[in-house]
């Protein structure tokens, strides 16, 4: 076991530690300043947090839905749609979304119609990012919601609550903490998307290139540049862990009082 | 009152009632107006009956205070926050937990909480009050205080209430009716006297296989026990009981010896009276007894004792116990 610990520990940590390791000291903020890199930050952070927030608003009815209602016709299918992107490879994504959205695609005719292009703008950015980083946010969430105990929206029914009140009241705050952890997990893959991103909404400066694909670029020519870009990624990657860990426990008191007995009696 | 085993039905009686869950056929009414029926079809949900239900783990919500807990209902029926945390305070005092107005029922304990849950349902003046074994989540010291103040307040309630416990002795307590339910159906259901004293199936006179009264600590003998007036006679117990208290006294039918002449042995308690029925238990050699002396007693005897002694209805016979063989309780 402790061999497992050290082999586990040696593989995950060295690599970070390489990159704290090798950062340029002083050059850090000065490449903030290059235009370049301010965009590409700049990109990130709008389209992450945008992803992230349509994930949210998007899920949290679905993660409800499978949470609280048994089998309906289509189930099946709209569960493994949801969970695909979790195991599919970006790149194979961002080709599948080109195919879909793409001027040639399924839907591009359509959207073209309305004078949309959706390739090559922020856009496709942010539609890549939400792809890909969904299936985390309705996972926590589905747990999330199936973890509150049926009791206690029984009682809520019994108390003259409504379906929508009861979630708004009970379900919801009850279930923050997973929410929140799907929250930052999904902004976190938001954040790091690569692949499909690069495939579907190119790789333009400014527009479409946000901080991984930035890092790639900048690894071609100029290794310190990458390694600067990396480490401010990795920072913020950081953030989002530690908030991920902090809220969740501040956010206790939510544990449902259990009795000191099994209720195996007259169900 | 809906008595009943594990497993007889008598939760999912409740649940249907609060409706939670859905009967097949039937129809549920109350006051006149149907919360079910089968035909035409009509189904009222939980949040549009008049009802309070508490659960057997009380189901507070654990994010919420006392006091917003007992809110709960008024807020979500449109009251104002103000007028809905006055009324849930005054809850609270009525029932005696205002100092627990701000804590959450994870630092509450198990009779603190069942206040609570009890408060929270009454706050909203439901016509139809539904308690599932409200007792059983308690441990053994608190059910006894529990119980006594439970039934004073039940006692002055205008709604109907619908109780559910697997005690016979809680069920013959409280009740008004009584049901007693086995395996989905209602076995029989009357006052406590009618099934005490005609039970209508093997299942409820063994179900209910009791002997219990109700009376008043009338005084104490030199030799340490109390002595109980009830209906009918007096009983010696060998309890610790006060002084003019009120007790239940319950004697189990087979501590009750049976003789057809008066007899000499060491217990205190003797009651003649003509034999009114004579009952076969399974599994099939004990004959269950009721004598109609003053108070009323069943005994359960052997078939080859009641054979031997010519005891058959109509014939006088004498039920005596010892002080020790009673159960008291208040």
């Known amino acids: 076991m402790v061999l497992a610990i050290a082999v586990l520990v040696f593989l995950l940590g060295l690599p970070l530690l390489a990159l704290l390791v090798r950062v340029p000291s002083g050059s850090l903020l000065a490449r903030l300043g290059d235009?370049?890199?301010?965009?590409?930050?700049?990109?990130?952070?709008?389209?992450?947090?945008?992803?992230?927030?349509?994930?949210?608003?998007?899920?949290?009815?679905?993660?409800?839905?499978?949470?609280?209602?048994?089998?309906?016709?289509?189930r099946n299918v709209l569960e493994t749609i949801i969970d695909l992107p979790m195991v599919l490879p970006p790149t194979v994504a961002g080709l599948a979304l080109l195919l879909a959205f793409g001027r040639a695609g399924l839907a591009g005719h359509a959207l073209s119609a309305f004078g949309f292009t959706l390739p090559f703008t922020t856009a496709s950015v942010v539609v890549a990012q939400v792809f890909m980083s969904v299936p985390f946010f309705l996972t926590s969430a589905r747990g999330g919601f199936a973890s509150v105990p049926r009791s206690l929206t029984d009682a809520a029914a019994t108390l003259r609550a409504s379906e929508p009140y009861a979630f708004f009241r009970v379900v919801l705050p009850l279930s923050m903490?997973?929410?929140?952890?799907?929250?930052?997990?999904?902004?976190?893959?938001?954040?790091?998307?690569?692949?499909?991103?690069?495939?579907?909404?190119?790789?333009?400066?400014?527009?479409?290139?946000?901080?991984?694909?930035?890092?790639?670029?900048?690894?071609?020519?100029?290794?310190?540049?990458?390694?600067?870009?990396?480490?401010?990624?990795?920072?913020?990657?950081?953030?989002?862990?530690?908030?991920?860990?902090?809220?969740?426990?501040?956010?206790?008191?939510?544990?449902?009082?259990?009795?000191?007995?099994?209720?195996?009696?007259?169900? | 009152m809906l008595v009943g085993e594990s497993g007889?039905?008598?939760?999912?009686?409740?649940?249907?009632?609060?409706?939670?869950?859905?009967?097949?056929?039937?129809?549920?009414?109350?006051?006149?107006?149907?919360?079910?029926?089968?035909?035409?079809?009509?189904?009222?949900?939980?949040?549009?009956?008049?009802?309070?239900?508490?659960a057997q783990d009380y189901a507070l919500f654990p994010h919420l205070s006392a006091l917003e807990n007992v809110a709960f209902g008024l807020r979500a029926s449109g009251v104002r926050r103000a007028g809905a945390r006055r009324r849930a305070r005054a809850m609270l005092d009525r029932l005696e937990i205002a100092d627990l107005a701000e804590r959450r029922p994870g630092q509450m304990s198990g009779g603190q909480q069942q206040r609570v849950a009890l408060a929270r349902a009454l706050v909203l003046e439901p016509k139809l009050l539904l308690l599932d074994e409200p007792l059983a989540a308690l441990d053994l010291a608190t059910r006894r205080t529990v119980r006594t103040e439970l039934a004073k307040l039940l006692s002055v309630l205008p709604c109907v209430t619908v109780y559910v416990t697997h005690s016979p002795a809680e069920a013959l307590v409280f009740g008004d009716l009584v049901a007693v339910m086995e395996e989905g159906r209602v076995q029989q259901m009357g006052t406590r006297d009618d099934l005490l004293r005609h039970p209508r199936s093997q299942y409820v006179a063994e179900f209910l296989g009791l002997n219990l009264f109700q009376g008043r600590v009338r005084a104490r003998t030199d030799d340490g026990l109390a002595v109980i007036a009830v209906e009918g006679g007096d009983i010696y117990v060998a309890h610790d009981v006060a002084l003019g208290e009120a007790v239940h006294v319950v004697v189990e039918p087979?501590?009750?010896?049976?003789?057809?002449?008066?007899?000499?042995?060491?217990?205190?308690?003797?009651?003649?009276?003509?034999?009114?029925?004579?009952?076969?238990?399974?599994?099939?050699?004990?004959?269950?007894?009721?004598?109609?002396?003053?108070?009323?007693?069943?005994?359960?005897i052997t078939r080859g004792s009641a054979a031997s002694m010519r005891l058959e209805p109509g014939r006088m016979a004498y039920a005596s116990f010892k002080a020790i063989g009673a159960r008291v309780f208040r």
């Open chain 1, 35 to 74: 235009p370049l890199i301010q965009d590409a930050l700049r990109l990130s952070l709008f389209t992450s947090l945008l992803s992230t927030a349509i994930v949210v608003l998007l899920g949290t009815p679905v993660a409800y839905l499978l949470a609280t209602r048994g089998w309906f016709p289509g």
């Open chain 1, 177 to 267: 903490p997973a929410l929140i952890a799907g929250a930052s997990m999904s902004c976190a893959r938001a954040l790091g998307e690569f692949g499909a991103t690069i495939t579907f909404a190119g790789n333009l400066p400014g527009v479409t290139q946000t901080m991984p694909l930035a890092v790639y670029v900048a690894f071609q020519t100029d290794l310190e540049a990458s390694i600067a870009l990396s480490v401010i990624l990795m920072l913020l990657s950081f953030l989002l862990l530690v908030g991920l860990r902090v809220t969740p426990a501040g956010l206790a008191g939510g544990r449902p009082t259990a009795p000191r007995f099994v209720s195996t009696i007259s169900r």
């Open chain 2, 254 to 300: 087979r501590e009750v010896v049976l003789s057809d002449e008066p007899p000499h042995g060491s217990a205190r308690n003797v009651f003649a009276g003509p034999i009114e029925e004579m009952v076969p238990e399974p599994p099939g050699d004990r004959i269950r007894v009721a004598i109609g002396s003053h108070p009323p007693m069943i005994a359960d």
């Open chain 2, 8 to 54: 007889s039905g008598k939760t999912m009686c409740l649940r249907m009632l609060a409706g939670l869950m859905v009967p097949d056929e039937g129809k549920i009414e109350l006051e006149g107006e149907a919360y079910y029926q089968s035909s035409p079809a009509l189904f009222v949900p939980p949040d549009r009956r008049s009802i309070g239900y508490m």
